[in-house]
Structures are given as structure tokens and as C-alpha cells.
């Protein structure tokens, strides 16, 4: 008992170190806030987007890739832009600026950080899939970024496991599963401090900190649409032929969307042709 209270202490300790919460570059953070606006101004998003290259070959190989093919060659962002629209554009704009923070040299931690970028991609996909097909087009976009970000608390708790791992506090044994355990347990409230620390919209903040809490606002559509996709993306991770989808239909959330089990159905489908199951690879999703 006394070595997982000084663990935990431990561990809290480095997170409430202001240095040591995952951070986003000054360029990265002014390109999140422009997109991010209740009306963003495309002008002045296409200018930050063209001074990181990363993002503009990231955008260029979307606009220019086999699902517009026949539209003619894109050259430019501006040309990128109109032919991916807006909601498009700021899809992979969020997903490259957070996938920076996904690049640890420990194996350990940088296995649990693909996982949670796929999990993270994955939930993205099908929280927007659900807004669309329960025809809620005002939260479409916001419904692909709070899935995205949900899970960023465990983001940061692996980042403080890093820097206990290349410290001298190393001799404090992480096993792998006391890390699943930490991360499980603990990610909620980190995520709700992350995502305030990186000025994210209240909503966003909201649906990290309650998306696994028992009592909650059933009235937020786009919180009970990332509880559901989260429900869904770990039956799928699962990959257990056995498990169908009843927890998922006997779930409150589902009952709040009146999703009917064809709709569940249809949606692992989307997520299996996108190939955002277990054994598919994530990448750039729309």
C-alpha cells in the first residue's frame, strides 16, 4: 500500500510541474485558436497553415489522395482549401498538431501512445459518423475534435511517466500493468487540466473530465455521442468474436439517441471500411 501511495505521489507530482504538461508550440496554439473560432477566417488560417510544412504536405497529400481522383492536381493550400472545405481542413489541421506530442523514445510509452492516437482517431471518426447520421449538422465538426481529444488526460500522464522513467526516480517500478491501471483510473480530471491548459473551448473540457463519470448532462448531445462512440471503439479494439452489441443497445446512451442496433451495426461497419478497427491502421480520416 505505502509503495502505490509514493508511486502516486510521485506521479502527481510531475503532472502538477507546470514544464512537464504536453505542450503545443506558440504556432501550433495560434493556428488551434483561429481554427477553432465560432467563425474561423479562412484567410488568416491558410496564412499560419503555410508556415509549418508538416501540416502543409499533410493537406496537399489529402486534397491530391485517390478519394478526389479525377478533380485535377492540387498545388496550393488555397486550391487545398475549397476543394476540402472547411470542416475537412480543420480535421487534419487539429489531427497534426496534437499527433506531435504522440512521439515518445520509450518503447513502453510510446506503444501506449499509438494506442491512444488510434483509440483517440478512431472515436473521432465515429462520434462525427453519429452526429451525421442523427442529422445534428451544427455539432458534425465539433463532434470530430471532442472524440479526438477525449482521451488526451492519459496524453499527460504518460508524458509524466516519461520523465519518472528517464529520472532518478526511476527505481519506481512501472509496470505495464500499473501504467494501464494509472491511466485508466486517473485520465479524466488530467484531461479536463490538459485541454484547459491548451485554452480549449469549455465543451471540450467538459466531455474529457465526464465521459466516463456515472451522473452526468444528458442533455449534451455531443457528450453522449463520444460516450457512445467510446463504447463502440473499445468493443471493436476488443476484437472479441463473442461480444455483441447488446451492452452497447442496453447502454443509457443509447437510449438517449434512440440508436437503433442497425445504426450501431452500420457504424462498426464505417469504422471497419475506414480501417479504424484493430487491425486496421489509422491515418487521415474524414
Known amino acids: 500500500m505505502n509503495r502505490k501511495i509514493s508511486i502516486l505521489e510521485t ?49 496537399l497529400k489529402v486534397a491530391n489522395s485517390a478519394y478526389y481522383k479525377g478533380l485535377g ?21 487539429m489531427q497534426v ?12 510509452i510510446h506503444a501506449r501512445q499509438v494506442k491512444l492516437w488510434d483509440h483517440s482517431l478512431a472515436c473521432a471518426f465515429a462520434s462525427q459518423w453519429l452526429a451525421r447520421h442523427l442529422k445534428m449538422a451544427d455539432l458534425v465538426s465539433k463532434a470530430f475534435i471532442a472524440g479526438l481529444l477525449h482521451d488526451m488526460g492519459k496524453l ?26 494509472i491511466l485508466d483510473s486517473l485520465h479524466e480530471q488530467q ?3 490538459l485541454l484547459s491548459k491548451w485554452n480549449l473551448p469549455g465543451l471540450y473540457c467538459r466531455i474529457a473530465r465526464d465521459h466516463h463519470v456515472n451522473a452526468y448532462d444528458e442533455s449534451d448531445s455531443l457528450l453522449v455521442m463520444v460516450r ?8 471493436l479494439a476488443r476484437n472479441d468474436p463473442e461480444e455483441d452489441l447488446s451492452f452497447v443497445m442496453g447502454s443509457r446512451e443509447a437510449d438517449i439517441l434512440g440508436l437503433r442496433e442497425t445504426c450501431v451495426a452500420l457504424l462498426e461497419i464505417a469504422m471497419e471500411d475506414a480501417g479504424l478497427t484493430s487491425s486496421g491502421k489509422s491515418g487521415s480520416i474524414r
Not at 492540387?74 to 481542413?89: D, Y
Not at 498538431?97 to 513502453?108: E, L, M, Q, R, Y
Not at 499527460?156 to 491501471?181: G, H, R, V, W
Open 73 to 93: 492536381e492540387v498545388l496550393t493550400i488555397k486550391e487545398a482549401a475549397l476543394r476540402l472545405g472547411g470542416n475537412e481542413l480543420v480535421h487534419i489541421i
Open 156 to 181: 499527460c500522464l504518460l508524458s509524466a511517466m516519461e520523465k519518472i522513467k528517464k529520472s532518478k526516480d526511476n527505481q519506481i517500478p512501472l509496470t505495464a500493468t500499473l501504467m494501464d491501471k
Open 97 to 108: 498538431i496534437h499527433k506531435k506530442n504522440f512521439s515518445s523514445d520509450i518503447p513502453a
Open 228 to 235: 457512445l462512440a467510446d463504447m463502440v471503439c473499445n468493443k
Open 11 to 59: 506521479l502527481q507530482r510531475y503532472i502538477t510541474a507546470q514544464e512537464n504538461f504536453p505542450v503545443l508550440n506558440p504556432d501550433a496554439a495560434k493556428l488551434q485558436d483561429a481554427v477553432l473560432q465560432a467563425d474561423p477566417d479562412m484567410g488568416v488560417v491558410k496564412k499560419l497553415i503555410q508556415t509549418d510544412p508538416t501540416l502543409t504536405s499533410e493537406i
Open 191 to 193: 484531461g479536463y487540466a
